[in-house]
């Protein structure tokens, strides 16, 4: 067991645009299914309810300490203000994930592997806002396609949406995960 | 005899995605408890919410109170009744709760409080607190120990609430949870064993011991009596004054007032060695110690281990699994001599306090390392220690 490797995921937003559930999609995917360790925390009172409402997702192979976030490799922002918010934390080179149609200022983008999902857009196009979290997550998921598999993430959104909205759920997961877009000119998914 | 229908709800072995304030719940659905009373309050309302769901389904009460008063006073009711009882609060309302445990201290009835502390005073704020350590030992009126414990995981909000109302009916005594926000809203691994597997006390009746009802003394027989319940043919005798063992609360002198406050004080303090837990890591020879207790030992291990890995320290790690009783010989029995001790706590160093009278003698400096309204990062506990130890 090695002390020290973490993987740290903040998705960001305005609350209610579903950042609590996708961070539990994600660790229980993570923990569940794929057997790691995973500690899931949350926005909760007033400030999820703002612009900058988070929910966090560390990952290891071992034991996990300190339960909350520290550098993370990836931040998912879905506002202007999560992104001002939790920006500053993102390591080098880690990736950020935003939706061009909130997210208008992104300051010294060459710093990260910045990648655009139209999450709401495509929300609107499959059936209402509400699933733009699932859109997100597809996305996230092309993006991190080698530490953790598509069954387990499905299974996952499978277990944690309201059952008569899984088909759709699973459509936006879909979606995003085959719209998400590369922003800035390092195509490192490629290297 | 028939297969009890709520069976079906009851969790199964497995390994569950839940958050602190579920296990806590599900943990004490697995210890038997079938009443929760209680009244909302962040950031302990999901504990609520989820007994709400669970408890009716594995044919249990749930009921919301009117305030935390009731709440309180539900569980001493139904304890006297012969049913495991418990409520989840926060710190305004495990105020509240104050005059409940003085009464279930005093009348030695079972029940399990769960505080999940947010700071304060007053109404304070809704974040993460150890602030009510003290108040969990010295808040209710009159003398009479406590037994509090301090679940750092998912896992431990699950089994120390088992251990909780182990301990609740073992000793007859109200038993604390004192958890904070940071692992009560936290997701984690849950693993659940096979239920005949996970140990389960249940207080012991004078028919267990073979007492008949005209030879039943409410207060005698054993250090910790054995407890009738309503409805037993026993005489069933709960009383909040000071009383002598066949119950008589009129023949008062000074040594039935002593004898009544001694025996609740040291059933409790003089078995601290086995009701007392700590857990340690790297301590043999170690000059500097880490004592932590709670979600802040998640933060305590992580600068532990960077401070060895990293900078080279000799640094250990002690966290205290009960606050209450203090576990004063065991603290003894693993730290002899050494330089530093460091106490991050989030609070100005309440558990200091006890940490310092049980080791006056074997350490020079004792530092407090507060965070207040929020969990300590790693960063602020590393720098503290690297700044004493230079």
């Known amino acids: 067991m090695s002390h020290g490797k973490r993987f740290e ?21 993570f923990s569940i299914y794929e057997g790691k360790n995973s500690a899931n925390s949350q926005s909760y009172g007033p400030e999820s309810r703002g612009g900058a409402c988070k929910s966090e997702v560390v990952v290891a192979d071992g034991e996990i300490y300190y339960p909350n976030v520290r550098r993370p490799d990836v931040l998912i922002a879905l506002s202007q203000r999560a992104l001002d918010t939790y920006l500053p934390d993102l390591r080098d080179s880690g990736i950020l994930l935003i939706d061009p149609a909130s997210v208008k200022d992104i300051p010294q983008p060459e710093k990260y592997r910045v990648h655009e999902i139209a999450a709401m857009a495509i929300a609107h196009e499959i059936g209402g806002v509400k699933y ?20 387990s993430l499905r299974k996952a959104i499978a277990d944690n949406v309201p059952p008569e909205t899984v088909d759709i759920n699973l459509k936006a997961f879909e979606r995003g995960m085959s719209s998400v877009r590369r922003y800035g000119a390092e195509d490192w998914l490629r290297q | 005899m028939t297969k009890d229908p709520h069976e079906l709800y009851w969790l199964k072995p497995g390994r569950y995605y839940l958050q602190g304030s579920e296990a806590c719940v599900e943990g004490a659905l697995m210890a038997g408890c079938r009443v929760f009373a209680g009244y909302p309050i962040t950031p302990a309302s999901e504990a609520l919410e989820h007994a709400a769901r669970r408890f009716p389904q594995v044919g249990g009460r749930f009921i919301q109170m009117e305030d935390e008063i009731g709440s309180a006073s539900v569980l001493i009711g139904a304890s006297w009744g012969g049913t495991k009882a418990m409520t989840v609060t926060s710190s305004p309302g495990f105020s509240l709760m104050q005059e409940a445990i003085s009464i279930g201290i005093m009348s030695e009835t079972p029940m399990v409080i769960v505080d999940i502390q947010r700071p304060g005073p007053g109404q304070g704020y809704i974040t993460a607190s150890q602030e009510d350590v003290m108040q969990a030992r010295w808040g209710h009126h009159g003398e009479g120990a406590i037994i509090a414990l301090a679940p750092a995981s998912v896992q431990e909000m699950f089994d120390l609430t088992i251990e909780a109302f182990n ?31 996970i140990n389960i006390f249940n207080r012991k009746k004078p028919q267990d011991l073979g007492i008949k009802p005209d030879a039943y003394l409410p207060w005698g027989h054993e250090v910790v009596a054995p407890m009738a319940n309503w409805g037993d043919g026993y005489n069933v005798n709960f009383v909040g004054l000071v009383h002598k063992e066949d119950g008589n609360v009129t023949d008062w002198s000074p040594q039935v007032n002593y004898d009544c406050t001694r025996r609740l004080l040291s059933k409790i303090e003089e078995n601290a060695r086995e009701i007392a837990q700590i857990e340690t890591k790297f301590i043999k020879g170690s000059r500097n110690v880490v004592i932590s207790y709670g979600a802040v030992s998640r933060t305590a291990i992580e600068a532990v281990m960077e401070a060895r890995e990293q900078n080279g320290l000799d640094l250990s790690y002690v966290r205290l699994k ?9 603290l003894r029995e693993v730290i002899n001599d050494v330089d530093n001790i460091f106490i991050p706590e989030m609070n100005f160093g309440m558990m200091k306090h006890p940490i310092v009278e049980a080791l006056r003698d074997r350490c020079k400096n004792f530092v407090s390392i507060p965070s ?17 130890t230079k």
């Open chain 2, 167 to 197: 301990l609740s009916e073992r000793w007859r005594t109200p038993v604390l949870v004192m958890a904070e926000e940071p692992v009560a809203h936290l997701r984690e691994l849950l693993y659940v064993g096979e239920r005949k597997k």
């Open chain 1, 132 to 151: 733009q979290n699932c859109v997100a997550l597809g996305a996230l998921y092309s993006l991190l396609a080698e530490v953790l598999k598509e069954s």
């Open chain 2, 372 to 388: 207040i309204g929020i969990l300590h990062s790693p960063e602020h506990i590393l720098s503290k220690i690297v700044e004493e």
């Open chain 1, 9 to 29: 995921i903040r998705i960001a937003g305005f609350g209610g645009q579903g950042m609590v559930t996708i961070g539990r999609i994600l660790g229980e995917a």
């Open chain 2, 322 to 330: 009960t606050l209450w009783p203090f576990p004063e010989e065991s």
